[in-house]
């Protein structure tokens, strides 16, 4: 079955820095890619997403690309602010339109003022 | 609307103790799934179903139980509670086509002693 690896695990950054998460997956059937941030004692709630016809996509300050080759996809945050700190959640969703999502461990963001 | 809406938020129970953490949509979601999130380890998928009446398993499928009647509920049973099981449960829906946005209840903090 699909998996999906995350890194780093923590993330520490000055406001104003940009911060980079990375996850690759192991099952070249998957077709999309949604991140969820969790603020402490939250729900996960989706931020972006990318599917597997598309290599890059913004909103804003997030961004995701995505390398179908290596099936690697990554976050990139600029500009931090403090409010970004949380944790963030990589997916992966595997072919057959079940939308069965496996995530990433997390990794968990901390923006210093 | 309510979203998805998980009960009880906190639970504590003796191991061996069986128990149901209910869930339920009123977005008319086809997809619904269970998820339980330790540290370090991100959201494991534990049953998921597409509709009511089809239910499958997830990664972590062991000492639960799960029916979807109707398209609303999809409760998850514990059916002899083990101190492994002490996590955080989050129920999520999503809306039935392949690649769309999962939608994420409060979560239930179930400690099993």
């Known amino acids: 079955g699909e998996n999906v690896e995350q890194h780093p695990s923590t993330l520490s950054v000055q406001e104003g820095d940009s911060a980079v998460i990375k996850c690759t997956y192991s099952?070249?059937?998957?077709?999309?890619f949604p991140w969820y941030k969790q603020e402490l004692g939250k729900r996960p709630q989706l931020i972006i997403d990318?599917?597997?016809?598309?290599g890059e996509k913004k909103d804003q300050r997030i961004a995701v690309t995505l390398n179908k080759t290596a099936k690697h996809f990554s976050l990139h945050i600029t500009e931090t602010q403090p409010e970004d700190s949380a944790v963030y959640f990589c997916a992966a969703s595997i072919m057959g339109g079940y939308n069965k999502l496996i995530f990433g461990a997390g990794t968990r963001l901390a923006v210093h003022p | 609307n309510a979203g998805v809406t998980q009960t009880p938020k906190f639970q504590v129970l003796k191991t061996g103790q069986s128990m149901t953490l209910q869930c339920a949509q009123d977005m008319n979601h086809e997809y619904m799934s269970w998820y339980r999130q330790d540290p370090g380890m991100g959201l494991r998928l534990i049953h998921y179903?597409?509709?009511?009446?089809?239910?499958d398993q997830g990664e972590v499928p062991n000492g639960y139980n799960v029916s979807r009647s109707t398209t609303e509920d999809f409760p998850l049973r514990l059916l002899s509670a083990a101190p492994s099981q002490t996590s955080v449960y989050f129920c999520a829906s999503s809306l039935g086509q392949a690649n769309t946005e999962a939608f994420f209840g409060q979560g239930t903090r179930l400690t099993v002693v």
């Open positions: 099952d070249s059937a998957s077709n999309y």
């Open positions: 990318i599917r597997s016809n598309v």
């Open positions: 179903s597409v509709g009511a009446g089809i239910t």
